[in-house]
Structure formats: C-alpha cells, structure tokens
C-alpha cells in the first residue's frame, strides 16, 4: 500500500457524459500527479499540482481538467466522454514540485460505454 | 522534451535466471532514473531508482546502472523468480521538471 487513495475504483458510463476521479495523496506530499493508461499502454502524464497550483501539463485534452484543494486531494474532470477515453487513470504524489519518488495510487478503471 | 526508449518490450527467462531490462533517454540534463513494476490491474509501483551522481545501486536482487556518457540505464534482476513476472517501466527525469517520462515497458514473465 502507497498510502496514495483513489476514488471510485471502478466507473462505467456512457458517451457524452462527465465523471470526477478523486485522489488523496501521501501524508506529508504536496505534489499530486494524474496519468492516464489505456490497454496494453504505457503511462501518459496528464497534469501537476504542487501545493494547490497547477506545475506541469503533459497530454491532457481539453476536454479534462484538474485541480488541488487547500486539504491537498485532488480531482479529475473528464468531460464529453468518448469510448477513447476508456482507461486506467491513476494519481501518484511526492513530497516536492520536482518529480522525484513518485507513489501511485490504485487507480481508477474508467469504462465509457 | 525527453524521448525514453525501452527494450525489450518483452522477455522470458527462466527462474533462477537473470533478467536485464535497457532503457535510452535523449536528454544530457535528466538526472533522475526510476524504475517500476507493475503487476497486472494493479499500480506501478516504484522499486528501485538512481540519481546521476552515482553509477550503480543495488537492493537485494535488484540493481540499476546508470552511464551517463552514453545516456543509458539498465535494470538488473538475479535469482528471478515466478513473482516478478510484471511489466516494468523505465522513467526519467530531467532536473527542475516537473514530470516524468516513462519508457513503453518491458513485460517479464518469469517460467518456472
């Protein structure tokens, strides 16, 4: 166990819809990191937060969106949802802005009907 | 950006073998190396890493090398046993990023 929480575990939805991912870092870590991992993919960083501010974007559409709360979770908006974005979305935290010792939650398994 | 290239994309060994995973990264100024296994529908999870002040670290039956030179990196398993059957990512960083850049995995499976 990471101590990284994810929230829910599992989601199934339909197309067009909009879904929010939850995530709860390491006691202790400011920098909350989302990653998203389709089917026998490897991992895309999508978005950084350190301390509540945004720090980094990798591949994240516009259709998502991101952010950190003042008690640190965060969470992940996916909107107008495609079969595309089926996937594995997972958070990992570190204590740092910079990407050192990086914890990864369960992740949550997104399927879009 | 930094461009991370991994090989194999898959290997077999025998238990009690020793598996060797390589990994190419682009850029001079990364300086960070993790390496994770992640078993299947479960997290990655970090198992060994090395910053570019220091050649080698080993933890038990795990070791990574690390040659700045060439910009490569390598992930060394002894004495493999059926448990470390997974797929195992390489992933760099470059000082002062803010992100990681991971490889495409290797899966390892590990014949009893």
């Not at chain 1, 079969?83 to 914890?103: K, N, V, W």
């Not at chain 2, 990264?25 to 960070?32: G, L, Q």
């Not at chain 2, 390489?90 to 009893?112: D, E, K, Q």
């Amino acid at each position: 166990d990471s101590g990284v929480t994810q929230t829910p575990k599992h989601l199934i939805t339909a197309t067009g819809q909009r879904v929010t991912l939850r995530c709860s870092p390491r006691s202790g870590d400011l920098s909350v990191y989302w990653y998203q991992q389709s089917l026998d993919q490897g991992l895309q960083f999508l978005i950084q937060y350190y301390n509540g501010e945004e720090r980094a974007k990798g591949n994240i559409l516009e259709r998502f969106s991101a952010q950190q709360f003042p008690d640190l979770h965060s969470e992940l908006n996916l909107s107008s949802l495609e079969l595309g974005d089926s996937a594995l979305y997972f958070c990992a935290s570190s204590q740092r802005a910079a990407a050192y010792e990086q914890y990864f939650g369960p992740g949550t398994r997104l399927t879009v009907t | 950006g930094e461009n991370v290239e991994q090989h194999p994309s898959t290997l077999s060994v025998q238990e009690g073998d020793s598996a060797v995973i390589k990994c190419t990264y682009s850029d001079s100024a990364s300086n960070y190396f993790p390496w994770y296994k992640q078993e299947l529908g479960k997290r990655p999870q970090l198992i060994i890493d090395i910053r570019s002040n220091v050649g080698e670290k080993k933890d038990q039956r795990i070791a990574v090398t690390l040659n700045k030179t060439a910009k490569h990196f390598s992930l060394h398993i002894t004495e493999t046993q059926p448990e470390d059957s997974a797929v195992y990512f390489c992933a760099a960083s470059t000082a002062g990023a803010n992100n990681l850049f991971f490889g495409t995995g290797t899966r390892l499976t590990v014949i009893p």
